[in-house]
């Protein structure tokens, strides 16, 4: 039986990040929990449990997940030189969320220089992510 590839859903935002990580479907569970992610699509897993494509909304945007597949050239990297970053209405919200769902804190929630409160925190794919809630 061939697996069902999901209807094409839109993609919402204007910039789409498309993260490869060592586990997309895991990936797309945690940031459900941890970001109230919608899993808006995403294509079965393959024999060893990966899967090419999950389509997430997450805070109005679109975001893009795959496994690493080395033998089509796509090796997993540690993520790097790179933060997501969330503006939000409610950073403690979202930072209790993220905490509470496994996400490593990397800088608490604080007052910037620019004025908007700021904070940081990895998850466990290794992906730094940032809040931002700005000044009012």
Known sequence: MKPEIPAAVPAKGGLVAYLSLGG???AAEFYT?????EIAAAMPP?????????HLYVNGSSLMLADAFPEYGHALQPPQAFTLTLIVDDIAAWWDRAIAAGATPVKEPGEMFWGDLYAQFR????VLWALNQPKR
Do not use: E, I, S
């Open 24 to 26: 997309a479907l895991k």
């Open 46 to 54: 393959d024999d060893q449990g990966r899967t090419m494509h999950v």
């Open 33 to 37: 929990r941890a970001l109230g992610a």
């Open 123 to 126: 998850d466990p794919f290794g």
